[in-house]
């Protein structure tokens, strides 16, 4: 399998800085909302801003509409409601970890699932990445004073299976047009997340009446912030392996880290540094690998469990993917920043 096209790596890295800051913008708005509020804006004020620019554009189309419904009632829709629910059941420490392991999982599961390798370089930015994401939660979780709960904990595990299963589906099904399938996604996130909506509007009110402008424009912000990063996922991916993918979104808690220092004024302590450090280290090995060739032979210690799992004799190669198949797949995951923090 060849490498990972460069301007694909760039669109997952930016939808990943996007994802990172809309948490930042999520823990600020949620002081004066409630989740379902939030959830409101983002998912439904997006599906109506990516269907207006997509009709617009003439970008949108019944193509791939029925599939990329579906995967968005999976993520953004299930993935958002169940971390939103553990998030607030569990302590910021649990549910950071928890969403930590988002990376691996999804790398795991394009290796055996979708047989694709991981070099050398991989490895390492694996070790990297897992390492800084679980250092930055350590150290956002010391500012929480909530306690974890099984019940919590079991739903944040459940939102991030839902985004790695996410990954898997969208690497072998989809090569559409990044808006257009942006824009079904989100109206089926939108769709998928409702009745979670409605229902909380039922038992608990809605708190969006009263919100100050302030607020308002936050809730714009992360809108806007979901939608440009939805559309730039599903560009890059369609570019990029599904591995690659993965572990690019290690910027993701990075961005997070750095827009709270900047946006909510926390001082970030030395796990949170070392973790950031980490991370980034990871992210540039993964660029810095996009730029040389691809090696003659496929370098993965988990080749022969995928081949085995596949039915395949272990020293058969990976075969490779048609040109309408090239890499898909990509995580996008939320961490625990300060008080609370979404995905």
């Known amino acids: ?60 189309t019944r193509a791939g509409s029925a599939r990329n419904l579906l995967l968005g009632i999976l993520a953004p829709g299930l993935a958002f409601v169940l971390g939103d629910l553990g998030l607030s059941w569990t302590s910021a420490t649990s549910g950071s970890l928890l969403l930590a392991t988002e990376v691996p999982l999804s790398v ?86 409702a009745p979670f909506v409605v229902l909380n509007w039922w038992h608990e009110g809605s708190r969006l009446g009263g919100a100050s402008p302030g607020s308002w424009w936050l809730a714009g912000g992360i809108l806007v912030l979901t939608a440009l990063a939805s559309f730039s996922f599903n560009w890059g991916i369609s570019r990029v392996e599904g591995v690659r993918a993965a572990q690019l979104g290690n910027l993701t808690p990075l961005a997070g880290l750095v827009s709270a220092v900047v946006v909510l004024g926390e001082r970030p302590g030395a796990l949170q540094l ?11 090995l993964l660029v810095h690998a996009d730029g040389r060739p691809a090696p003659s032979a496929v370098e993965s210690t988990h080749a022969p469990l995928a081949s085995h799992l596949n039915g395949e004799n272990h020293d058969r190669r990976p075969r490779p993917r048609g040109p309408d198949r090239v890499g898909r797949g990509g995580v996008h995951h939320r961490l625990c920043h300060g008080a609370r923090a979404r995905r």
């Open 108 to 193: 795991v599961l394009a290796v055996v699932f979708l047989r694709e390798a991981v070099d050398r370089t991989g490895r390492w930015a694996l070790v990297c990445g897992f390492a800084g994401t679980a250092l930055v939660a350590l150290g956002a979780g010391r500012h929480d004073d909530g306690v974890a709960t099984v019940g919590g904990n079991v739903f944040v595990v459940l939102s991030v299976a839902a985004s790695a299963v996410f990954l898997v589906v969208t690497r072998r099904l989809n090569n559409d047009d990044g808006l257009n399938a942006s824009t079904w996604q989100t109206v089926g996130g939108a769709l998928g997340a």
């Open 274 to 284: 070392v973790g950031g450090a980490l991370a980034l280290g990871a992210v540039v």
């Open 1 to 60: 399998m060849g490498r990972s096209d460069g301007a694909g790596s760039a669109a997952i890295l930016a939808a990943a800085v996007g994802y990172g800051l809309s948490t930042t913008l999520s823990v600020a708005v949620l002081r004066q909302i409630a989740p379902a509020d939030l959830l409101a804006v983002e998912l439904g004020g997006g599906a109506t801003l990516l269907v207006v620019t997509a009709a617009a554009l003439g970008r949108l």
